[in-house]
């Protein structure tokens, strides 16, 4: 059974940083491009950062400089370093796994940036 946990989402002031952490199971994370996704009220749930197997990473241009994602493949978790938070980063922040056709999400964790 896949299983995707995220947590660290909270609420901070602009500039601010918070660290999010999504644990996984029931497949081979090491394997597995991994990504985040963010969605505000209203608005399209958006990529925000994705990681190969192999480290490669990308990024929304919105984050680019500021959000580090990382992962560690002998705990089974992907991180999102968020530094320079903005008001426009708030959002629920989801985790993301594609294997084989399934699309399998988290349950999301809160982001609040107060200006």
């Known amino acids: 059974q896949v299983r995707l946990v995220e947590s660290g989402g909270g609420a901070v002031q602009a500039g601010g940083s918070l660290r999010l952490s999504c644990a996984t199971s029931?497949?081979?994370?090491?394997?597995?491009?991994m990504g985040w996704y963010r969605q505000a009220p209203g608005k399209q749930r958006e990529l925000v950062a994705a990681?190969?197997?192999?480290?490669?990473?990308n990024y929304a241009e919105s984050v680019k400089g500021r959000f580090t994602i990382s992962r560690d493949n002998a705990k089974n978790t992907v991180y999102l370093q968020m530094h320079s938070l903005k008001p426009e980063d708030t959002a629920v922040y989801y985790c993301?796994?594609?294997?084989?056709?399934?699309?399998?999400w988290g349950q999301g964790t809160q982001v609040t940036v107060s200006s």
């Open positions: 990681i190969t197997s192999s480290g490669r990473t």
């Open positions: 993301r796994v594609l294997l084989v056709s399934s699309l399998y």
């Open positions: 029931g497949f081979i994370f090491s394997a597995n491009t």
